[in-house]
């Protein structure tokens, strides 16, 4: 078959909204990037984890530059701080649940 390419998988991402920022972001910088499983989980959500997230596809020419530019842009997600969490978290529910049934 002429002109055909063969494709590649360069990424799998669990969330949807980054899959499609991230294969957007692939095209705009000149990758032809195909995200997988993009519409089955618009129709049902609840199929998002059992298809195994989406899969980003390039030309196999390309697979090399578009992991780099992916590892380049793509962050950790953010960490919550120490002191963000209340050491008296499970006390408070404690005390709530004992007002309850105290009437107090």
Do not use: K
């Amino acid at each position: 078959m002429v002109g055909a390419m063969a494709l590649v998988q360069i990424a799998r991402i669990f969330d949807l909204g980054e899959a499609q920022v991230a294969a957007a972001a692939l095209r705009a910088s000149g990758i032809a990037a195909h995200l997988q499983n993009e519409h089955l989980a618009q129709a049902n959500p609840l199929l998002q984890n059992a298809v195994g997230g989406f899969a980003i596809w390039a030309p196999e020419e390309d697979a090399a530059d578009a992991r780099a530019f992916l590892r380049a842009h793509r962050r950790p997600p953010p960490q919550p701080a120490e002191d963000a969490v209340s050491p008296r978290r499970g006390r408070s529910w404690f005390a709530a649940v004992l007002g309850l049934l105290l009437g107090t």
